[in-house]
């Protein structure tokens, strides 16, 4: 009986903590399910070509927020969408990144948000998203799709790797802006809890906006956190509407139109592992 107990138990034990193959293949429950963390959305209205100016704004938003664990900026937060890229594009390695690692260490928080960088290894342009810790360390992705509506695709090299990074129990997909129109690329396999995207998506295509960021979430049963920006640039006009949208496509916390603002919202681990392990839905998508 006792050798019964303990086959049990540890059969029990394991299930907790891996994926079956074949005919199930997801777990959704941890060891650690009542893991929680807090964001903070920068809404910002990026000023043309002037990193420093934009940089110190978003300090001031920083200050100005609820203490978090993640603050998540638009993309090129520090310059505006830049399709042309000389004379604007940082170094790898540049004031921005180091501007990212400085304010992560100082805020114990990690801080996501894309830069135009040069990429002097092998002298490409890139619409590089970086996700900063506090220890200074960090990992990027490099879009994927880039904008050839808008002429991205110009100078700029897309990347051919998703990235997922693992912070304080949770695991983040990166995405970034254009990306979201593309739900094989942002599938989930088994790898993520949340999509991180950032965006400088115009008013004239909010209502993808609106739709798309509550598309991915559901499909994917994941939390989504959609970072935009307000204000203009020579091409567009942006009314932010950044977003946080539950597993069940429900919105948790949205910034207004036209507004620079910032706003926080709480996931937790829990509830998301309670849905994919009643609904479990993403056993039965496709795989291409």
Known sequence: MRDTFVHIFSFLKNF??????????????CTN??????ITILQTDIQWGDPKKNADNALKMITEAEPSDLYVLPEMWSTGFATNPMGIAEPDGGDSLEWMK???DQFNAAICGSISIFNRSDGTYRNRQYFVTPDGEYQYYDKHHLFRYGGEDTFYEAGLDRTVVHYKGFRFLLVTCYDLRFPLWVRYHDDYDAIIVVANWPQSRQNAWQILTRARAIENQCFLIGCNRVGSDESCQYIGRSVVVSPKGHTIAQAISNKQQFITADIQLESLNRLRGKFRVLEERDRF
């Not at 907790?16 to 777990?27: L, Q, R, T």
């Not at 399910?33 to 807090?38: G, L, P, W």
């Open 102 to 104: 400085e304010k992560a």
């Open 33 to 38: 399910d009542k893991i929680e963390m807090k």
């Open 16 to 29: 907790c903590i891996k994926k079956f193959a074949h005919s199930v293949h997801s777990v959704y429950f």
